[in-house]
């Protein structure tokens, strides 16, 4: 089964995500921000992130870079889920290393396109 760790300071928002995931067949952990996040990856096979960008003690900028300096996660497939509605977040966040940069409130649709985008072949095909 994939692992998928997502990251966001609201707990509403991890667990609506969580509930989409695990609707498709995925495993998912949830870390409050990116420093609690960085140890999860340390002790797991993720193979996809979903991170907030607004969070306390590590932004979600700051732990795409440390993700990025991790050998096992160099290419680890990122998703930036914010409320940051700016052209120059989203450059920022692509640089950086994320993948897709997707604004809230997200559909379940879009998490999904985007997720079966990143990992075919991983779970959710008839969801």
Same mark, same amino acid.
């Given at each position: 089964?994939?692992?998928?760790?997502?990251?966001?300071?609201?707990?509403?928002?991890?667990?609506?995500?969580?509930?989409?995931?695990?609707?498709?067949?995925?495993?998912?952990?949830?870390?409050?921000?990116?420093?609690?996040?960085?140890?999860?990856?340390?002790?797991?096979?993720?193979?996809?992130?979903?991170?907030?960008?607004?969070?306390?003690?590590?932004?979600?900028?700051?732990?795409?870079?440390?993700?990025?300096?991790? *050998?096992?996660?160099?290419?680890? *497939?990122?998703?930036?889920?914010?409320?940051?509605?700016?052209?120059?977040?989203?450059?920022?966040?692509?640089?950086?290393?994320?993948?897709?940069?997707?604004?809230? *409130?997200t559909e379940p649709e879009k998490l999904v396109h985007w997720v079966?985008?990143?990992?075919?072949?991983?779970?959710?095909?008839?969801?």
């Amino acid at each position: 089964m994939a692992h998928i760790l997502v990251v966001d300071d609201s707990a509403m928002v991890r667990r609506y995500h969580a509930y989409i995931l695990t609707s498709l067949g995925y495993d998912v952990e949830e870390s409050e921000d990116g420093v609690l996040a960085l140890e999860t990856l340390l002790q797991g096979d993720h193979v996809l992130i979903i991170t907030d960008i607004n969070m306390p003690r590590m932004d979600g900028f700051r732990f795409i870079a440390e993700v990025r300096d991790m *050998p096992a996660h160099r290419h680890t *497939p990122i998703i930036i889920v914010t409320t940051q509605d700016h052209a120059v977040d989203a450059a920022r966040g692509l640089e950086l290393g994320a993948n897709v940069y997707v604004v809230k *409130p997200t559909e379940p649709e879009k998490l999904v396109h985007w997720v079966r985008r990143l990992l075919p072949g991983t779970g959710g095909e008839e969801a």
